[in-house]
């Protein structure tokens, strides 16, 4: 929705400073406010400078510019705010980032991943041909050509990050195993277009959109799978809004790894000792409301013979954001790691010798955290582990 059709959102918020804490253990919940500690980072003063663009009191120039994209998109402000604004906050931060791409004022940090988009179909510039690079000599099944009953959809970051092609070879290897019958597109694969939406670019994720549901309805999958909580978040939450009926089922790994392990299809048999924590990705379980996928991932560990599963003060859906949501880790990467930093700290102080999630934008973020702060604290994805107890 445009800025202007949101002028009856902007006016419920009362300031009362309930969307910068966890009340019942006083834990901060917002990444930006509370790294810069001014009002105007804070999602009550993101709302003050919505009503002043839309007012025509403030204009979209480069300070407004930096808190309004200065937002990882967590929610964790919407699931503190029990009052007016609840579901609104950051539809009201996206509608701003729209208005500042309608009007031209264009984040410099974000072309690349647009260009990327428009020219190779990936936000990290990366040619298309080498998107299937992670499965060679896996031996997977091309859905394009061949029929499936399960489409991995890798997402870019897991595409073209080599450091963590472990996470879809274990995810696709975990799949094998269950007997699931199992293909990507490989180099076909296109992006989500999540993240073009977050940062203001619709017709960008309009496009994606629509190519994507249009591709796997003629493929006649029964389900898609994904490892990228960002990319399921935008398949069951954005994709209602483009007029084209979905007509598969779509699951989270961490979701489908549950159900094969209840259904007896998946069995452990090594052990796996370490000491764990996790860490809920905001768009896996925030982004999804009542439908936050909160247990699934906490069961699989817990059927893991060896893990010793330890909780963080904030977890599920009062978790900390990783940092690298709604474009951060590319606009504000300083942001990003302090977030992820504060984060790690937290695991440590649970006595984790191990962070696992399951969303490579998280695991990424935290695997630079660790680089640059000196963190001693390993970081894998759920399918990592799980794989090591086949």
Not at 207 to 231: I, M, P, Q
Not at 255 to 274: A, N, R
């Amino acid at each position: 929705m445009a800025l202007s059709d949101l002028k009856e959102w902007l006016y419920g918020c009362t300031h009362c400073g309930t969307c910068k804490g966890v009340l019942d253990i006083f834990s901060p919940v917002c990444p930006a406010g509370e790294r810069y500690q001014l009002e105007s980072y804070f999602p009550s003063g993101k709302l003050l400078i919505a009503r002043g663009v839309v007012n025509g009191v403030l204009n979209l120039d480069e300070d407004i510019m930096e808190r309004i994209y200065a937002c990882t998109g967590c929610l964790s402000c919407e699931q503190q705010c029990g009052v007016y604004h609840h579901q609104h906050i950051f539809e009201i931060v996206q509608a701003l980032r729209t208005e500042a791409v309608t009007q031209g004022n264009l984040n410099p940090a974000y072309m690349i991943m647009v260009e990327s988009l428009k020219k190779d179909d990936n936000v990290f510039g990366k040619p298309k041909a080498e998107r299937g690079d992670w499965a060679r000599d896996m031996g997977i099944k091309y859905a394009g050509q061949e029929k499936v009953d399960v489409a991995y959809h890798t997402g870019c970051m897991l595409s073209f990050e080599p450091e963590l092609w472990d996470v879809p070879r274990s995810a696709v290897s975990l799949l094998k195993a269950a007997g699931v019958d199992v293909g990507t597109m490989g180099m076909e694969e296109s992006c989500c277009g999540g993240h073009a939406y977050e940062i203001g670019y619709l017709g960008e994720f309009t496009k994606y959109a629509e190519h994507f549901l249009e591709t796997f309805n003629s493929l006649g999958v029964s389900r898609v799978v994904t490892s990228c909580s960002d990319g399921y978040s935008t398949f069951k939450k954005l994709y209602p809004k483009v007029n084209i009926p979905m007509k598969f089922d779509v699951l989270h790994m961490v979701e489908y790894l549950d159900q094969l392990i209840k259904d007896g299809k998946l069995k452990f048999t090594k052990k796996v000792p370490m000491k764990v924590t996790y860490h809920d990705p905001c768009h896996l379980g925030r982004h999804l409301g009542d439908d936050g996928v909160y247990e699934p991932p906490r069961d699989v560990l817990k059927n893991v013979p060896g893990i010793e599963l330890v909780e963080m003060e904030r977890n599920r859906e009062n978790a900390w954001c990783c940092g690298a949501g709604a474009g951060v880790s590319q606009a504000n990467p300083d942001l990003a790691l302090w977030t992820a930093n504060e984060r790690l700290k937290e695991a440590k102080a649970a006595g984790a010798a191990a962070l696992v999630t399951s969303c490579p934008w998280c695991e990424r973020n935290f695997k630079d955290a660790v680089k640059e702060y000196g963190e001693d604290i390993g970081i894998y994805d759920i399918a990592e582990i799980a794989r090591k107890a086949l």
